[in-house]
């Protein structure tokens, strides 16, 4: 193998002139090449956040009771405040709020910026947002005015602020409003909606033009392909709800269940709660506007759940039985059937859950029940094609595995997640273990010997659904394994960072090598990304995103770091720190013919 590393210099243009030093280097064996390029992305700072794509890094800097935004160590302009720092979805525009002047340490005036560019000034500016796609970007502008009135019988003189709201659209401004709710995009962009009110009556907004008034607007929904409109409406002069889709009104009610309003291409549906004459809370689901049957109220709820063919299943409960309702019919009757366990295929073919009679649990698939076990752990898991299920139950201390109904050999226990499916669905797995430091995966039902280590985790299938891998822990060390296949050893694995190309070919992940002692003081370590065996880098950390995908996290000394990010079959990248330095570390992969 053979390393070799050379340095670049780059000049970026930005409101002055900026040079990054870029460094690449490259991995040769007999069967490819690694060709590694490192971005400075700027100096390490706390408050720092990746972009969704995780290619760029932006923080805000303080200077002299300034703020500067910088952007992959480009600065931008100088504010008073900047704040509301974001990324387009698609990582290829950013935006944030700015504060001009001051009094009494406050900004008093506040613009948009996007890309570098201004807007226009307001006395305020909230709630900015960008388009799924990222194209288009919305926000609410605020206009403030001092109201003042002479001293009177009534009272004596005063002044007050009265503030009015515009939403601006891709630069152009609105109609002006007393409040403005939640700006609310369809998927593609095309519509933006929001809940308005003037003059002590509320209205729904849809691309700048104002609905039929009511007295208040809740929740409100596009359709996946942005055609339909659904939205919760009270009455101008009455307590009733209603939900009202495509500008059509449906029946009143005392109250819509929270979060169940849910509109489709083709459906829509919803929840609703009332008292009946006796004083008993009751509830019923609402399909295409035609009412279910009558249910009383038992947390969590009816939790209606939608096909991708839009048929329609939720749970109900008479007395203290539940009951499976599915387009319509109603299921047999069981002692307790798990809300969040009801799901169906993705075809919408098969529906399942998991239901209690006695003390004992089953799966029901269509309505036929499976083999009754002590428990039943989390979740039926259905295949892409609808074809096969499978979940994990227990009997007598003892765990198996159900596929299609039959069951695996005995295990004292199994890991987390339970079981799997390939994506292509034709294959699943699992961890097992048959005693203390004695775990072994599973494949299609069969233990493979070779695999038994102290401790395993992180099962990963490629797309294709062929290959294999996970990260096998023998103590001190831990190690890759791909299709039976083991990889280097090292003092860690990156949790989570096992990460296939598209078309799974090669596989990468993060590796730490700890280093020895220097005396009696102990020195940091170093992290690795590792492709298809080949080890490139010494970072003394990586950067990895939280779920939310705005908020990053350094970890390092071993802790969990960042996973490669593949966005080509031969290309993969991952932020990084060095010497104090942010960079992207690019990997393209070459093979060999």
Same mark, same amino acid.
């Given at each position: 193998?053979?390393?070799?590393?050379?340095?670049?210099?780059?000049?970026?243009?930005?409101?002055?002139?900026?040079?990054?030093?870029?460094?690449?280097?490259?991995?040769?064996?007999?069967?490819?090449?690694?060709?590694?390029?490192?971005?400075?992305?700027?100096?390490?700072?706390?408050?720092?956040?990746?972009?969704?794509?995780?290619?760029?890094?932006?923080?805000?800097?303080?200077?002299?009771?300034?703020?500067?935004? #910088? &952007?992959? $160590?480009? +600065? %931008? /302009?100088?504010?008073?405040? @900047?704040?509301?720092?974001? !990324?387009?979805? *698609?990582?290829? =525009?950013?935006?944030?709020?700015?504060?001009?002047?001051?009094?009494?340490?406050?900004?008093?005036?506040?613009?948009?910026?996007?890309?570098?560019?201004?807007?226009?000034?307001?006395?305020?500016?909230?709630?900015?947002?960008?388009?799924?796609?990222?194209?288009?970007?919305?926000?609410?502008?605020?206009?403030?005015?001092?109201?003042?009135?002479?001293?009177?019988?009534?009272?004596?003189?005063?002044?007050?602020?009265?503030?009015?709201?515009?939403? #601006? &659209?891709? $630069?152009? +401004? %609105? /109609?002006?409003?007393?409040? @403005?709710?939640?700006?609310? !995009?369809?998927? *593609?962009?095309? =519509?933006?909606?929001?809940?308005?009110?003037?003059?002590?009556?509320?209205?729904?907004?849809?691309?700048?033009?104002?609905?039929?008034?009511?007295?208040?607007?809740?929740?409100?929904?596009?359709?996946?392909?942005?055609?339909?409109?659904?939205?919760?409406?009270?009455?101008?002069?009455?307590?009733?709800?209603?939900?009202?889709?495509?500008?059509?009104?449906?029946?009143?009610?005392?109250?819509?269940?929270?979060?169940?309003?849910?509109?489709?291409?083709?459906?829509?549906?919803?929840?609703?709660?009332?008292?009946?004459?006796?004083?008993?809370?009751?509830?019923?689901?609402?399909?295409?506007?035609?009412?279910?049957?009558?249910?009383?109220?038992?947390?969590?709820?009816?939790?209606?759940?939608?096909?991708?063919?839009?048929?329609?299943?939720?749970?109900?409960?008479?007395?203290?039985?539940?009951?499976?309702?599915?387009?319509?019919?109603?299921?047999?009757?069981?002692?307790?059937?798990?809300?969040?366990?009801?799901?169906?295929?993705?075809?919408?073919?098969?529906?399942?859950?998991?239901?209690?009679?006695?003390?004992?649990?089953?799966?029901?698939?269509?309505?036929?029940?499976?083999?009754?076990?002590?428990?039943?752990?989390?979740?039926?898991?259905?295949?892409?094609?609808?074809?096969?299920?499978?979940?994990?139950?227990?009997?007598?201390?003892?765990?198996?595995?159900?596929?299609?109904?039959?069951?695996?050999?005995?295990?004292?226990?199994?890991?987390?997640?339970?079981?799997?499916?390939?994506?292509?669905?034709?294959?699943?797995?699992?961890?097992?273990?048959?005693?203390?430091?004695?775990?072994?995966?599973?494949?299609?039902?069969?233990?493979?010997?070779?695999?038994?280590?102290?401790?395993?985790?992180?099962?990963?299938?490629?797309?294709?659904?062929?290959?294999?891998?996970?990260?096998?822990?023998?103590?001190?060390?831990?190690?890759?394994?791909?299709?039976?296949?083991?990889?280097?050893?090292?003092?860690?694995?990156?949790?989570?960072?096992?990460?296939?190309?598209?078309?799974?070919?090669?596989?990468?992940?993060?590796?730490?090598?700890?280093?020895?002692?220097?005396?009696?003081?102990?020195?940091?370590?170093?992290?690795?990304?590792?492709?298809?065996?080949?080890?490139?880098?010494?970072?003394?950390?990586?950067?990895?995103?939280?779920?939310?995908?705005?908020?990053?996290?350094?970890?390092?000394?071993?802790?969990?770091?960042?996973?490669?990010?593949?966005?080509?079959?031969?290309?993969?990248?991952?932020?990084?720190?060095?010497?104090?330095?942010?960079?992207?570390?690019?990997?393209?992969?070459?093979?060999?013919?």
């Amino acid at each position: 193998m053979r390393n070799m590393f050379l340095a670049v210099l780059i000049m970026v243009l930005g409101p002055g002139i900026v040079f990054h030093v870029c460094y690449g280097g490259q991995v040769e064996t007999d069967k490819m090449n690694l060709v590694v390029t490192e971005t400075s992305l700027g100096e390490c700072v706390s408050g720092r956040g990746p972009s969704p794509d995780s290619r760029h890094i932006v923080y805000v800097q303080e200077r002299d009771h300034k703020q500067v935004l #910088v &952007l992959d $160590g480009v +600065e %931008g /302009k100088e504010f008073n405040e @900047i704040g509301g720092v974001q !990324f387009s979805p *698609d990582s290829m =525009h950013i935006v944030y709020r700015a504060g001009l002047g001051t009094k009494k340490g406050y900004s008093t005036k506040w613009l948009v910026v996007l890309d570098g560019k201004e807007g226009k000034e307001y006395d305020e500016v909230s709630e900015i947002c960008f388009s799924p796609s990222g194209t288009r970007l919305a926000y609410v502008a605020h206009y403030k005015r001092q109201q003042s009135w002479p001293a009177s019988s009534r009272g004596p003189a005063g002044t007050r602020t009265l503030t009015t709201y515009h939403v #601006v &659209l891709d $630069g152009v +401004e %609105g /109609k002006a409003y007393d409040k @403005i709710g939640k700006l609310t !995009f369809s998927r *593609d962009g095309s =519509h933006l909606a929001y809940s308005a009110e003037r003059a002590g009556k509320c209205f729904v907004v849809l691309d700048g033009a104002e609905l039929p008034a009511c007295g208040r607007v809740g929740n409100i929904q596009f359709s996946p392909n942005g055609k339909r409109i659904a939205y919760e409406a009270r009455g101008l002069r009455d307590p009733k709800w209603h939900v009202v889709v495509d500008g059509k009104i449906g029946a009143p009610y005392d109250k819509i269940r929270e979060g169940t309003l849910s509109v489709t291409d083709k459906h829509f549906f919803y929840a609703i709660e009332y008292t009946d004459a006796q004083g008993v809370p009751k509830q019923h689901v609402v399909f295409d506007g035609v009412e279910g049957r009558e249910y009383e109220v038992y947390h969590p709820g009816i939790m209606p759940c939608l096909s991708p063919g839009g048929r329609l299943a939720y749970i109900g409960w008479r007395g203290k039985k539940a009951v499976v309702v599915a387009d319509g019919v109603e299921g047999k009757e069981y002692d307790y059937v798990d809300a969040f366990s009801l799901c169906f295929s993705p075809d919408g073919t098969r529906l399942a859950y998991c239901a209690k009679e006695g003390e004992e649990y089953c799966v029901v698939v269509n309505g036929v029940e499976g083999k009754h076990y002590d428990k039943i752990e989390g979740r039926p898991l259905l295949s892409p094609s609808g074809e096969h299920v499978v979940y994990a139950a227990k009997r007598d201390a003892k765990w198996v595995v159900v596929f299609d109904g039959s069951e695996s050999q005995e295990y004292e226990s199994l890991g987390y997640p339970w079981v799997f499916f390939s994506p292509d669905g034709n294959r699943f797995a699992f961890f097992a273990t048959r005693g203390p430091k004695d775990r072994l995966v599973v494949v299609d039902g069969v233990a493979d010997p070779k695999s038994q280590c102290e401790y395993a985790h992180n099962l990963v299938f490629d797309p294709t659904g062929k290959h294999l891998a996970y990260v096998a822990v023998r103590e001190p060390k831990m190690l890759v394994v791909e299709d039976g296949l083991e990889g280097p050893s090292y003092d860690k694995i990156g949790e989570g960072s096992l990460y296939f190309s598209p078309d799974g070919k090669h596989l990468a992940y993060t590796a730490y090598t700890a280093s020895p002692p220097l005396g009696s003081s102990p020195r940091p370590g170093k992290w690795h990304v590792v492709v298809d065996g080949l080890e490139t880098g010494n970072y003394d950390s990586l950067v990895s995103i939280r779920v939310t995908g705005r908020e990053a996290v350094q970890y390092s000394n071993g802790k969990k770091p960042s996973w490669p990010v593949f966005d080509a079959a031969d290309h993969m990248y991952v932020l990084a720190v060095r010497n104090n330095e942010y960079v992207r570390v690019d990997i393209q992969i070459i093979e060999k013919k």
